[in-house]
């Protein structure tokens, strides 16, 4: 594999179990040194576990001197006073260098071309037509010009969620492995979402998840990337090997309620003030009206006020007021926390939407209804005759 080279370079972080914050390998303490404010105390978990080597017959592990006792056995007797340990981290954090990816994404023959007839295919489309992100008003704003033959402008979309390592139907304790995915939305829609074109940049170690506010140290290493690459980069692509400028944004944020929002900054969608694009309260829900329309710039600054406060009791009763807190990815100079954070098609409109209607406003979920009741009524139609001809024969036997 590295002969051919196939081997995917990856970077690897002691990852605490408890914050989720991550060190470097060679340089990890003891134990984790995270503050959530400059007044909270430290984290304090343990980072490493002490795991002995298994002895094998006849040998054990060296650790300075080796002793060779003088018994004529078939294999040299080693004798050791201790058997040496190894420091394991509790849980690793393993992530994959975007500029990696994109470098071999774009060496991959065909990849540039596809691009560029994909932008012509969108501008020669019929004004005022919408089919793609790349038509919307925040690709606009963020690629202002069009990608020339020497500079390349990359969009990416980014999915964070969690699943199941044993699988949705184990029973027991249930375990969370969370992924960080990234998909370039300058190929064309049919390859885009295919898994040899998504980059899988991180995945967060089992068994728990993050919460909203330890969500900001595992995105941490792809922010500080993504913040270099939006400068610009020299990539040797397949087209144009002595290098080209590649400058690379992330346009949008995708993924469930409970995700965007752990991952954006906001609140749950079960708080008082729970939506990411106005500010309507819990309590307003049945009026089916939106709150005052929220603007980015308002909600990056309520997230610096949020981080700057010296309390985790503070930060509580802001968030609480506001709905908002700190994310990464307010860390990003061209990033909406508000535009850039779409509605999930699936669960809102796949099954929220459609759901309900099928099931209720075209009755749908009444015929099944329909039919355990006629069911029931058969069944205890059946039962009361059976019950009528035992009672018949009851009294035929007494006269």
Not at 124 to 144: I, M, N, S, T
Request: proline share 6%.
């Amino acid at each position: 594999i590295k002969h051919l080279k196939l081997e995917v370079p990856l970077e690897k972080f002691v990852c605490c179990t408890q914050c989720y914050s991550l060190y470097n390998v060679e340089t990890a303490p003891e134990e984790c040194t995270y503050q959530a404010t400059f007044k909270s105390a430290r984290c304090g978990a343990e980072l490493f576990r002490i795991s002995k080597f298994k002895p094998l017959p006849h040998i054990q592990f060296p650790t300075k001197q080796l002793e060779i006792s003088t018994k004529k056995n078939k294999y040299p007797h080693i004798q050791l006073p201790n058997r040496p340990r190894l420091k394991i981290p509790y849980a690793t954090f393993i992530a994959q260098p975007l500029l990696t990816w994109i470098t071999w994404l774009l060496n991959r023959t065909g990849i540039e071309d596809a691009i560029e007839q994909w932008v012509d295919k969108l501008s020669a489309a019929e004004p005022g037509l919408v089919c793609d992100v790349a038509q919307g008003e925040v690709w606009k704003k963020l690629f202002q010009k069009r990608n020339t033959d020497s500079d390349l402008h990359l969009g990416f979309s980014l999915f964070i969620d969690w699943f199941n390592p044993a699988g949705n139907k184990a029973s027991g304790k249930q375990t969370s492995m969370g992924i960080i995915a990234l998909n370039c939305l300058n190929i064309p829609p049919r390859l885009r979402n295919q898994p040899q074109y998504t980059c899988l940049a991180g995945m967060i170690p089992s068994p728990n998840q993050p919460d909203m506010n330890t969500m900001n140290n595992v995105l941490m290493p792809l922010v500080t990337e993504m913040a270099k690459l939006n400068h610009g980069v020299m990539i040797c692509t397949s087209k144009h090997p002595k290098g080209r400028k590649v400058v690379i944004k992330l346009v949008n944020l995708i993924g469930d309620i409970v995700a965007n929002h752990k991952v954006a900054g906001f609140k749950s969608h079960a708080a008082r003030k729970f939506c990411s694009w106005c500010e309507v309260e819990d309590h307003e829900r049945g009026n089916l009206e939106l709150g005052r329309l929220r603007s980015g710039r308002e909600v990056v600054k309520l997230a610096v006020k949020w981080k700057e406060l010296a309390s985790s009791s503070l930060r509580d009763q802001l968030a609480k007021k506001t709905g908002v807190r700190w994310s990464e990815l307010n860390g990003l100079s061209y990033w909406d926390p508000v535009v850039n954070v779409p509605l999930g098609v699936m669960h809102n409109w796949y099954e929220g939407v459609l759901q309900h209607h099928f099931r209720y406003c075209w009755g749908f979920d009444m015929l099944d209804v329909r039919r355990q009741m006629l069911k029931a009524s058969t069944e205890e139609s059946e039962d009361s005759e059976n019950y009528a001809s035992s009672d018949g024969m009851e009294l035929d036997d007494e006269e």
